[in-house]
């Protein structure tokens, strides 16, 4: 089984841009879609991003996902940072053993 | 509007067992696949098991195999996680989810989760 690693946590302030990498471990990251999830504290996640860079209705646009194949990895950029945009992020991938895998999630502090 | 509301969680002793159940709506239930997914405290999201429309298909995790067992009942809208055996790493909030394929796809919808605590 590969994992997927992401930072324990990234900061930034209101107004500026975060990027949120997520690392495949093993396997082509391009071989299976990769999905982002945010979850507010006490909230059941949400996706952001499916399928490495769609975004479902609702989501601004300030939310973006991209593959990455020279590092094997998956990247959430947020943009024009709220202070709403403070979440857990998790990204999460498929594993033909274990079908759904998440990554160990991602604190963003927008301080 | 879709919903998915878990309940039956609560705590129970090492080695015991309990039923979670989600009741579904806002959509006809039997034409999707559903998931379970856990959180331990203060930890990330843990995929645990799924079910096919039709309950033919069927997977776990590691971790649960052999001790989790996963239903749903398409007449009554409703999915269930029957656990037994537990152990004190089996304490979480366990949501169940919509996913789009049975493949790694999106979880599209989630419920708002059933703690449940294993504990002496």
């Known amino acids: 089984n590969f994992m997927l690693t992401q930072p324990h946590s990234v900061s930034e302030s209101p107004g500026k841009t975060v990027t949120i990498s997520c690392t495949r471990s093993w396997g082509r990251i391009a071989s299976n879609y990769v999905q982002w999830y945010q979850q507010r504290p006490g909230s059941a996640p949400t996706t952001v991003i499916y399928e490495d860079n769609q975004r479902p209705s609702g989501v601004p646009d300030r939310f973006s996902g991209s593959i990455d194949s020279s590092s094997n990895s998956a990247s959430l950029t947020i943009s024009g940072l709220k202070t709403e945009d403070e979440a857990d992020y998790y990204c999460?991938?498929?594993?033909?053993?274990?079908?759904?895998?998440f990554g160990g999630g991602t604190k963003l502090t927008v301080l | 509007q879709v919903q998915l509301v878990e309940s039956g969680g609560g705590l129970v002793k090492p080695g015991g067992s309990l039923r979670l159940s989600c009741a579904a709506s806002g959509f006809t239930f039997s034409d999707y696949y559903m998931s379970w997914i856990r959180q331990a405290p203060g930890k990330g999201l843990e995929w645990v098991s799924f079910?096919?429309?039709?309950?033919?298909?069927?997977y776990y995790a590691d971790s649960v195999k052999g001790r989790f067992t996963i239903s749903r009942d398409n007449a009554k809208n409703s999915l269930y996680l029957q656990m037994n055996s537990l152990r004190a790493e089996d304490t979480a909030v366990y949501y169940c989810?919509?996913?789009?394929?049975?493949?790694?796809?999106?979880?599209?919808?989630w419920g708002q989760g059933t703690l449940v605590t294993v504990s002496s």
């Open positions: 079910l096919s429309t039709s309950g033919t298909t069927i």
């Open positions: 999460q991938s498929y594993d033909s053993s274990n079908p759904w895998v």
């Open positions: 989810a919509r996913p789009i394929n049975d493949y790694g796809g999106n979880f599209d919808y």
